[in-house]
């Protein structure tokens, strides 16, 4: 391959690493994490509701390895940026300056980089899809779970209405029957008291200036279980479940972009160690270099926004989770 087509896809490959991909994923991460953190603190008093929780609960477990995955694929896209920076100062030098043995050690420890980072990528997106599978299967039972709730106060409600009648009869009798009347209304309360409603109370949402700006502080998590809350249905809490699984599933295909963008990486390098030799003897080639370095230092740029943007989210999580 001529010299000047292996820096043109070198230098194409970092044209294509400044668009707004991994802004794209981490405006996605914040927007899914925004709807998905309070769950960590979700309760109810109705067991049926509180089984629905613990599955949700162990699924926002599972979304934040997945973050952390996602802040794996900036830090290695970060780090092959920076070298890509390295490896334009070490062309550009007049030959001699650097062996060429020297430089293609350095582009086989990058070729290991990138192989890498493919491989964190395309394992992150296989992790927000399942997280997303499974927020979906767990939408997707709650209506069944409504209807055996429903069924249940219908007949609780029957037995409430039966006991009611008695009491009222008893009431008539008050002088005879005056003990076995207070029984029956504890009986009354007891029931009404034994099936909540299927209600759940959750933080309110935090706003997405707060989730970038990170540095929450300490004592975060007990500030949080106490801070403003929502009563939500059944029914509003699948809506927020269904928006959930849609903020993932567009997060999952930005990643997967990045996955693409990745996958051509190790041939154009391997381009690039092959006219080492080449680019350093001339001097024309090595002046094409240097705009080409200009785009890596975007891309690095663009990857550090991207780490720092993903590892504030950190600052959020309950301390049952590690970073």
């Known amino acids: 391959m ?15 690493g400044t ?16 709807l998905i953190e309070p769950w960590t603190y979700a309760r109810s008093g109705h067991p049926e509701v509180q089984e629905i929780l613990g599955k949700v609960r162990n699924e926002v477990k599972r979304y934040y390895n997945a973050v952390n995955g996602s802040l794996q694929t900036a830090q290695s896209g970060y780090s092959f940026a920076k070298d890509a920076e390295a490896l334009c100062d070490f062309l ?10 020297e430089i293609r050690e350095f582009i086989d420890d990058m070729r290991v980089i990138a192989r890498k980072a493919h491989a964190d990528a395309n394992a992150t997106a296989a992790m927000f899809r399942k997280n997303r599978q499974n927020f979906y299967m767990i939408t997707k039972n709650i209506p069944t779970t409504l209807t055996r709730i ?20 008893y009431k008539t009798l008050e002088l005879s029957f005056g003990a076995m009347s207070a029984t029956m209304a504890t009986g009354l309360a007891i029931a009404g008291a034994a099936f909540p409603p299927a209600l759940l109370v959750l933080p309110i949402l935090l706003p997405l200036a ?11 998590e007990l500030r949080r279980e106490d801070s403003e809350t929502q009563v939500q249905t059944c029914v509003d809490a699948m809506d927020q479940l269904g928006r959930m699984t ?20 190790d041939g154009i390098l391997e381009d690039i160690r092959s006219c080492v030799e ?23 740029k663009r990857y550090l926004d991207y780490k720092t943007g993903i590892a504030r989210l950190q600052d959020f999580y309950p301390s049952s989770i590690e970073n």
């Open 2 to 16: 001529s010299t000047l087509t292996a820096l043109s896809r070198f230098n194409s490959l970092a044209s294509q």
């Open 19 to 34: 668009d707004n991909t991994t802004q794209a994923v981490t405006k996605a991460t914040h927007e899914s994490f925004q």
């Open 92 to 101: 550009m030098e007049p030959k001699g300056t650097y062996s060429a043995h």
């Open 150 to 169: 429903d069924q249940e106060m219908e007949y609780q409600n029957r037995l409430i209405s039966k006991r009611r009648d008695r009491i009222e009869l």
């Open 210 to 220: 707060t989730l970038a700006a990170g540095l929450v502080g300490r004592h975060y």
């Open 246 to 265: 849609s903020d993932l599933e567009k997060l999952g295909s930005h990643i997967d972009k990045m996955a693409d963008w990745w996958l051509g990486v």
């Open 278 to 300: 080449a680019i350093q003897g001339d001097y024309f080639a090595r002046l094409r270099v240097k705009p080409i370095r200009d785009q890596w230092c975007e891309v690095s």
